[in-house]
């Protein structure tokens, strides 16, 4: 038998909070603005990824766009961090997982894509701050999901070996993150992304965090 989990670790957008649609907004109005016309399924292509690395792929197939990349990123950003206080919901189960980890003296950590200006932001929003001990992104390594980086900086940070960490999980790309990172991974899927055959790979899948109970957790990962 394997040890037990001692941390539990989030993705943030899509699992924490509803932000998908605001990022989609962001991008496509941005992208608008660049002269690319964006639609929802365009945005579902890189779900997971860091915003410097969705207006990278972006840009590799439309070289001809005429703002800067760093300028497309700040404005995405800038419209981003100006929804999540008027717009940004909690998902289901967020408060009830939260209180489940503390209960099982499991720490607690955070891993994003999102960089520190959104985290702050949507963790303000939420009133989920001071929740968390290790809070990561992954603007401060030199990949973003998949790459298992952000994952094994939250790790490190945390003092705990990956194999002992749980991460949770909305998308293909954070998925394979933290995988690849050696940790067990529950994924509560992206609605569109649902059908995605890469959630194979997941330790458990749910349709909401409520679903997360003390058998998932230790019976079923750990069992």
Same mark, same amino acid.
């Given at each position: 038998?394997?040890?037990?989990?001692?941390?539990?670790? #989030?993705?943030?957008?899509?699992?924490?909070?509803?932000?998908?649609?605001?990022?989609?907004?962001?991008?496509?109005?941005?992208?608008?603005?660049?002269?690319?016309?964006?639609?929802?399924?365009?945005?579902?292509?890189?779900?997971?990824?860091?915003?410097?690395?969705?207006?990278?792929?972006?840009?590799?197939?439309?070289?001809?766009?005429?703002?800067?990349?760093?300028?497309?990123?700040?404005?995405?950003?800038?419209?981003?961090?100006?929804?999540?206080?008027?717009?940004?919901?909690?998902?289901?189960?967020?408060?009830?997982?939260?209180?489940?980890?503390?209960?099982?003296?499991?720490?607690?950590?955070?891993?994003?894509?999102?960089?520190?200006?959104?985290?702050?932001?949507?963790?303000?929003?939420?009133?989920?701050?001071?929740? #968390?001990?290790?809070?990561?992104?992954?603007?401060?390594?030199?990949?973003?999901?998949?790459?298992?980086?952000?994952?094994?900086?939250?790790?490190?940070?945390?003092?705990?070996?990956?194999?002992?960490?749980?991460?949770?999980?909305?998308?293909?790309?954070?998925?394979?993150?933290?995988?690849?990172?050696?940790?067990?991974?529950?994924?509560?899927?992206?609605?569109?992304?649902?059908?995605?055959?890469?959630?194979?790979?997941?330790?458990?899948?749910?349709?909401?965090?409520?679903?997360?109970?003390?058998?998932?957790?230790?019976?079923?990962?750990?069992?």
């Amino acid at each position: 038998m394997s040890p037990t989990p001692r941390a539990l670790i #989030f993705d943030m957008d899509g699992v924490l909070i509803d932000s998908e649609p605001l990022w989609h907004e962001a991008e496509i109005a941005t992208a608008g603005e660049a002269g690319l016309e964006l639609t929802p399924e365009d945005c579902l292509r890189t779900t997971g990824l860091r915003v410097d690395e969705v207006v990278a792929y972006w840009y590799k197939r439309h070289p001809c766009l005429a703002p800067s990349q760093e300028i497309v990123v700040a404005s995405i950003l800038d419209r981003l961090v100006d929804l999540v206080p008027c717009r940004g919901t909690p998902k289901p189960g967020v408060d009830e997982v939260l209180a489940l980890a503390r209960s099982r003296g499991l720490r607690l950590g955070l891993a994003s894509s999102s960089p520190y200006r959104v985290i702050y932001a949507v963790l303000e929003a939420l009133g989920l701050h001071p929740i #968390f001990e290790v809070i990561h992104s992954a603007e401060e390594e030199a990949r973003g999901k998949p790459d298992p980086a952000v994952y094994l900086t939250t790790a490190r940070k945390l003092g705990i070996e990956p194999e002992r960490c749980i991460a949770v999980e909305d998308s293909p790309n954070g998925l394979l993150s933290a995988k690849a990172a050696g940790m067990k991974c529950i994924v509560v899927p992206e609605f569109a992304l649902r059908a995605d055959p890469r959630f194979v790979l997941a330790d458990a899948r749910i349709a909401e965090l409520g679903e997360i109970g003390p058998e998932l957790l230790v019976d079923r990962l750990w069992g």
